[in-house]
Each structure stands twice: as C-alpha cells, then as structure tokens.
C-alpha cells in the first residue's frame, strides 16, 4: 500500500569497489555468482555485457562513486528535521444506549462505561516528526504538507542542534508541498537548490538526507527506477521512483543528484508493512519548483484553468474519431462560462497540444495547464471532424474556479419507449420526468437511459450500468432509442467497428468507444 505518513522508504545494496575496469568488474561478478542473491548477480552481467559487447556507447556512462562521504557532508547542514505539535480537543466518551426513566440499567451501563472507557477531560497535544531543507539562507524552509498539517507549532532543528521556531508560508495539498519561513536572527543559513529532474535518466544515482525514525541526519543512496510515476495520490502526479531507503520521518526531506541538487522531495512509500521495501516516490523538481515559488509569493497556488473535464484516448476511441493514433486529451465535458467554452472547445475534441506542448496522454494536460499563467492567451490544437483545427484560450485560475461554478440546466419530457439495441446489448428508454426521478439524473442531462444490459454484452464489459445515460452517439445527439440504433447502423454502412458513446453516469460524463461487431 501506498503511505504519506511522515514515512518514505526504499532500500539498495551497493558496491563499495571502486572502478576498476571490465576485467575488474568481471571478477566482482563471478563473486558474486557464490555469495548474494540472484537479482545482484544478474543484473552485474548486464553490466559486464553492455560496457563489453552490446553497447559500447555505455562506456561512457558515469561509474558509480566510491564513496558519498564528501557529498554527505556537503549538504546535510541544508537538511533541517521538523517537529510538529498538534493539539487534540478533549475526548467523548461513548455514547450511552438510550434507556427510558428509572430503567434498572442505567446504573448499570453508567457503571460499566465509567470503569471501561478513559475519559480525557482536557486537550492532548500529539507530537510528530518529519524532514525538510533550506533553499534560501534567509530562512525559507521546503517540507511536506502532510508533515505539517493541522500543526499549532512548528520547529525546524538543524544538525548542530540549534533549533527556530517556524511559520508557515503557505502549503498545496495538490503536490504535498509546504513552505516555511524561520528567523535566522543574523546567522547565514546553509542551502540548497533546486536542479532539473527531467534530465534525470532511470539508472542514474542519488542520496536522500533526512530523519527516519527520528533518528535525525540519515543518509541513504540507490538509483532512480522509474520516472514519471502515476500513483493516484492527485492530479498533478509526476513522481520520481527510487530505491534510496526511505522511512518513516523522511517525508519532506531531499533526494538529490550526483551533483548536490535536489531533483525530488521525498513523498510517499509503497509498503505493506511500514518499512521500506525498496519503492519511494519524490516529488520532481520540476513540479515542485513552480509550486514553492507561488507559495512564497502569494501564500497560495495561482495555477492555469481549462475548464474541460478529460478522458484518456483509447485505440477504439481514436478509431471512432479517425484519429490516426490513440493520443492526447478526450474533451468529455466543458464547464459552462469558462475559458474552454469561450475559446470554442467542444466536448468531444481531442487536445492534442496545449501552449506548444505536445499532449501524449490524458494526464499530461493537467500539469501543463497548470503551469501555464493565469491570464495567459495560449495555442490549442484539437482534433475535430476528422482533422487538427488551431483555437486560442485564455487561461483562468483553478484556485478561483474551485471556489464558485455555474451550471445551467434544462428540462426535457418525453414518452417512455425501450429499445433493445442488440449489437450494444443493452435496452434503452427515452429519458423522461419520471425516469429522471427514479434514475436520480440531474436536470442538465439530456439523452436515452440505459434500462437493461446483457451480463455477457459489449456495455456490461466497458462497465456501463443501468441508470447511466447516453447522451450522444458518434457526436450526434441522442434523444431517443431510435437515434442510438441508426447511429450504429451508420456506423456499420461506414465499415466501422466501433460506435463512440458520450455517456453521462452519477454527475459525471465521459465517452466510451464500443465495439459493434458483435452481436
């Protein structure tokens, strides 16, 4: 499982020889054939192989350090421990079972929960700990949000011992980024810098300084293992895998590269027992560098805003559209009154880039909307009827939207008439006052209900329900079960295999693509 909770692991083994040359190398491999595990060895002999016959261009590759101490030293006065203090409001104890007057349990019950339940008549203050580092000698101090959270007091302890007293600037929990500010009282502050993660290549070596278990100033090293990591923890997920141990207590503190700069903040473990088990995340620099600037200037995030609602491009999507290949950001919805809608994006466009930015997948939008300055005019290409078409949008700002939206609805009625439409293996109805009641379809969907799906259909096996409501049909709209059903006989008149749904489902859209050669 995933955890956040002032705890980030990973652990490596690493040789402690120093480079030697293939031959060398040859030898430390055939000792390791007797003596450790499997996974060491093979992965030697990838080495051996690559330098010596596969991939001579690997030579050139850095060789890994002798020795971290000089790095170590350089930089663990930047990293600081944080403690926390939090004060916890008085316990209540357990509700009593409601006896009527006079009952002969009530002395009873009033007994057993005095004597079995501790009361706290008075707040509790809980401590915890985490880690952080100074990127301005002035005092300005990058952790966790997660770290600090909910804190009434917060205490930045540096190596020697000294230790200040913290405010907090200002924090996103979209990132897990927070920002402090100490009083240095005079004293130059060791720091350090932010440097760039997208040049980072899986493989490449780095250390993480910080305060597992609390024990304070702990370094670690490994490698990078993965890049670009999804792990369902927000919209803006870019994170950086790495094998460093991490644990608990190390939440906030540095990952950095070979040349002193931090390239991630080490976030979150994959762990099912709370240790680390060779799988740590870090924020990338990249992400968390635009995040702590705003942070510092405004005490907030100020990022861009669309006002789509994406889904990922599948190859039956992109096969429904025409779209050469299954790329980009699937337009579902657009909300009302925002700056999508004023550029002229339509729900059912493809975004294929986005301020010059290329759009390879869905879930690169977001951070690159995100980027972009508020107020900002930038160039969008979406892929509309079968070919790219150029619109420009004004960003607005998330933070802005997130606070107050419009939303307009309408009302149709209608005459209840099912359909079966066998080659989706579903009946559908047309959407009515009473099947709006009985389904719970807000007043702003339009389209025909699903009233009925085949168990072994083509629908149940893309997850669609009864309730759910098709709202257009190849980016027709669908008013009525006729409308579906001469859809997908165009479809198949066009020779195609697939029928795309624009489907609306417990307040929220998206589109499915179907396959309609079956059945």
Not at 51 to 68: E, H, R
Not at 361 to 379: H, N, Y
Request: aromatic letters at 4%; proline letters at 5%; one cysteine or more.
């Amino acid at each position: 499982m995933l955890q956040t909770q002032h705890e980030y692991p990973c652990e490596t083994e690493m040789s402690s020889h120093p480079t030697d040359g293939p031959a060398g190398l040859m030898s430390r491999v055939r000792s390791s054939l007797g003596g450790t595990t499997r996974t060491i060895a093979a992965g030697a002999i990838v080495v051996v192989f690559g330098i010596g016959v596969l991939a001579p261009g690997l030579a050139d590759a850095k060789a890994p350090p002798a020795s971290f101490a000089d790095l170590a030293a350089e930089l663990s006065p930047a990293v600081v421990n944080i403690a926390t203090t939090q004060t916890i409001e008085a316990g209540r104890s357990p509700d009593l079972p409601q006896l009527p007057p006079g009952s002969p349990f009530k002395d009873f019950f009033d007994e057993f929960f005095d004597r079995n339940q501790p009361r706290s008549d008075r707040p509790r203050r809980a401590q915890s700990l985490g880690s952080g580092f100074i990127i301005d000698s002035a005092g300005i101090v990058v952790t966790n949000n997660h770290v600090i959270a909910d804190a009434d007091e917060i205490t930045v302890r540096l190596q020697d011992d000294t230790e200040f007293k913290a405010v907090l600037l200002g924090t996103d929990e979209k990132t897990d980024v927070a920002v402090l500010q100490i009083d240095p009282a005079g004293r130059v502050l060791p720091s350090v810098s932010f440097g760039d993660s997208d040049k980072l290549r899986v493989g490449d070596w780095v250390v993480a300084i910080g305060n597992p278990f609390g024990l304070g100033g702990t370094v670690t090293a490994g490698i990078i293992s993965a890049r670009g990591r999804d792990i369902g923890q927000g919209p803006y997920d870019d994170f950086i895998q790495t094998d460093a141990s991490i644990n608990r207590g190390n939440s906030g503190g540095p990952l950095f590269d070979m040349d002193g700069k931090v390239i991630g903040i080490n976030t979150a473990i994959f762990s099912q027992s709370g240790g680390s088990v060779g799988i740590g995340f870090a924020i990338s620099s990249e992400l968390a560098k635009g995040v702590v600037s705003q942070l510092r200037e405004f005490g907030r995030t100020r990022r861009g805003w669309l006002g789509v609602q994406i889904q990922q491009v599948t190859d039956e999507i992109a096969e429904s559209l025409g779209l050469p290949e299954a790329k980009g950001a699937l337009v579902a919805a657009v909300t009302p009154g925002g700056p999508a809608e004023s550029s002229g994006i339509e729900a059912g466009d493809v975004i294929l880039s986005f301020n010059g930015q290329a759009v390879p997948e869905m879930r690169a939008l977001p951070r690159i909307v995100a980027e972009t300055q508020v107020g900002e005019e930038v160039a969008v290409r979406v892929w509309r009827a079968g070919k790219e078409q150029a619109v420009t949008a004004k960003l607005g700002e998330l933070e802005k939207a997130e606070e107050a939206r419009v939303v307009q609805t309408s009302q149709t009625d209608g005459v209840i008439e099912d359909t079966k439409v066998s080659s989706l293996g579903l009946d559908v109805a047309t959407l009515t006052p009473q099947l709006r009641e009985d389904y719970k379809v807000p007043g702003d969907i339009d389209g025909v209900v699903i009233r009925e799906i085949a168990t072994d259909g083509v629908a149940a096996e893309k997850g669609l329900s009864v309730g759910d409501v098709i709202v257009e049909a190849n980016q027709r709209e669908v008013r009525e079960p006729k409308d579906l059903a001469d859809a997908v006989a165009e479809a198949r008149e066009a020779g195609k295999k697939s029928i795309l749904l624009f489907v609306a489902s417990q307040g929220e859209t998206r589109f499915i693509a179907l396959r309609i050669d079956k059945g």
